[in-house]
């Protein structure tokens, strides 16, 4: 069943510093930005959003339980003053100062400032990308659970980053009769310009789904590049809006006659046969 209503939504694009206290001001623009010029109902913060670390020892502070907590009144805080369902990308969290890895987490926040759903990131991106290294393995506990949640009457799919190679995962949620996917990311600038998009497209397209994605964009502060180039896709495949490589706001209207149209013109959904 197609939702009820068509429903605004917002994708914020950041350049992380590394500490909270150095993002939180900007946040706190930019989704005031999405929801009272806007109009956003959803409104969704990139993958490292609160800090981007440049060493284990800046991201074992930043997943601090003391800090983690402070986010998160903020967080409720936002979703409460605007009314908004607020979707925080992914963040550094660990359960106690013990725990040895962090999961990389993404929290909904209902409009009443409730948590009503947390994703672990499945993928962690282990790879040699020109030359330099990632491997966030080394810090991140890797989830195991494909989680969707109701937003504003639309069934929505979350993922971070790097699973967004992973088709299966985005099958299953449209398995499971999602009509929204949500890709929060911090896309190294070098894959970035050769893949992003076409995967946010192939990601719509075979689901037939909306697809937003916010991104990390510019230089941080280890010299690290990240693409930008935020975009809303509709279950056509077509880009609605798309970002450059600055900070700010992307907005578009999520259109449930749309979406319906799509799926019975064409019911590659339906015709599956594996």
Same mark, same amino acid.
């Given at each position: ?87 925080? =990308?992914?963040?550094? +969290?660990?359960?106690?100062? &013990?725990?040895?890895?962090?999961? $990389?987490? *993404?929290? /909904? ?82 894959? =970035?310009?050769?893949? +992003?998009?076409?995967?946010? &497209?192939?990601?719509?397209?075979? $689901?037939? *789904?909306? /697809? ?63």
């Amino acid at each position: 069943m197609p939702p009820n209503s068509d429903v605004i939504a917002a994708a914020i694009q950041l350049n992380s510093r590394p500490r909270w206290q150095d993002n939180r001001e900007t946040l706190a623009a930019l989704i005031a930005n999405a929801a009272s010029e806007h109009h956003a109902s959803i409104v969704l913060l990139p993958e490292n959003f609160a800090a981007m670390p440049v060493d284990d020892a800046g991201r074992k502070a930043a997943s601090e339980p003391a800090l983690t907590a402070s986010i998160i009144a903020s967080l409720r805080q936002w979703s409460q003053q605007y009314g908004i369902f607020l979707v925080a =990308g992914g963040m550094l +969290w660990r359960a106690s100062e &013990r725990q040895p890895l962090a999961s $990389n987490r *993404c929290l /909904v926040v209902s409009p009443q400032g409730e948590i009503i759903a947390s994703y672990d990131k499945i993928h962690c991106f282990d790879a040699c990308v020109d030359g330099h290294d990632y491997r966030e393995s080394a810090s991140v506990k890797a989830g195991c659970q494909p989680v969707s949640v109701n937003l504003a009457d639309w069934r929505t799919g979350l993922s971070i980053c790097y699973d967004l190679r992973f088709a299966e995962l985005y099958r299953h949620y449209s398995q499971h009769r999602c009509q929204l996917l949500l890709v929060p990311a911090a896309f190294t600038w070098q894959t =970035g310009q050769a893949h +992003w998009e076409v995967l946010l &497209r192939a990601r719509a397209i075979e $689901n037939q *789904c909306y /697809v937003l994605a916010a991104g990390q964009c510019g230089i941080h502060a280890d010299g690290r590049q990240s693409w930008g180039h935020s975009m809303l896709i509709d279950p056509w495949g077509q880009v609605l809006a798309k970002r450059d490589e600055t900070p700010g706001v992307l907005c578009g209207r999520l259109d449930a006659a749309h979406l319906a149209a799509v799926r019975h013109q064409l019911p590659a959904l339906q015709h599956r046969k594996l």
